[in-house]
């Protein structure tokens, strides 16, 4: 009777201890959780669409349809250009020279002379240099109005705006599948922790019945083979938990790098339960 009282005495002694760790890992536990930021799975959505990378080329690609669109619209109106030409040369480029007096009839002469002063005479008998273009500027402005171009600028124009249609279609497109896999990998994970769950619950019964049988093993009453069933099964259990937490982990990655964004937790919600993740 003594040595049953002390096996009880010792067995309630390592419940109350094995009690106690549990209650500081929960502890501990949730003052992890209490600074994680938690995320629904609208919010993840809303992440994803806002910073995935298919979303944000699917938006460049619209915005490059619509300028491709007004490039076109532009077609309808007159091609204006411009030239300029400004030059400088070190001499005229049109030279020339003058002898009026050898070119003067003798009746211009006469009529000269009897107008003009002596000094004027002799300036017109002497020869007069000209030079011309040494230096200046030419513009040109040219607009060329299309009347007719076989349809190709109206084509031009349908296919432009062909293509923002299409371009917004696969917008909605990229839109839809990245809201599918964001909530396929969210659920994905809500899975795996509810797994975890059941796991953790496993383990801690195989806990208490290694503690029963190892007590009745040394009381006798149990074979050694039993407590070695236990612990390989407890083996098990533990390489299953370390399968799903690398299986956690990584569906965390996988979800983050979709979302571009550092997310460390995930609160689902459905049908008022909530599953932290």
Request: proline content about 2%; aromatic content about 6%.
């Amino acid at each position: 009777m003594r040595y049953i009282f002390r096996l009880n005495t010792e067995t309630q002694r390592n419940r109350v201890l094995s009690l106690c760790g549990l209650l500081c890992i929960s502890v501990s536990l949730c003052s992890n959780k209490a600074f994680a930021q938690a995320y629904t799975l609208q919010q993840i959505k809303d992440s994803a669409l806002q910073n995935n990378i298919a979303i944000r080329t699917a938006q460049h690609d619209i915005e490059a349809a619509n300028q491709q669109r007004k490039e076109a619209f532009t077609k309808y109106f007159p091609n204006v250009s411009g030239t300029g030409v400004w030059f400088n040369a070190n001499k005229g480029m049109a030279q020339t020279t003058l002898n009026l007096g050898e070119n003067m009839s003798p009746e211009l002469g006469a009529a000269l002379a009897q107008s003009l002063p002596q000094e004027a005479l002799m300036a017109l008998g002497n020869p007069i240099s000209i030079s011309m273009m040494k230096n200046g500027t030419i513009g040109s402005v040219m607009a060329v109005q299309p009347v007719f171009a076989g349809g190709q600028i109206i084509n031009g124009n349908k296919l432009a705006k062909l293509g923002e249609d299409v371009s917004q279609l696969k917008l909605r497109l990229s839109e839809n599948e990245v809201e599918k896999t964001a909530e396929q990998y969210f659920w994905q994970l809500a899975s795996l922790q509810e797994k975890m769950k059941t796991i953790e619950a496993v383990d801690t019964l195989l806990r208490d019945i290694h503690k029963d049988v190892d007590v009745a093993v040394r009381a006798g009453v149990a074979m050694r083979n039993d407590l070695l069933q236990v612990e390989l099964r407890q083996n098990d259990i533990s390489s299953q938990k370390l399968k799903l937490q690398n299986g956690l982990s990584l569906v965390r990655m996988l979800l983050s790098q979709y979302c571009s964004n550092n997310l460390t937790a995930a609160i689902c919600e459905k049908a008022g339960t909530n599953w932290s993740v």
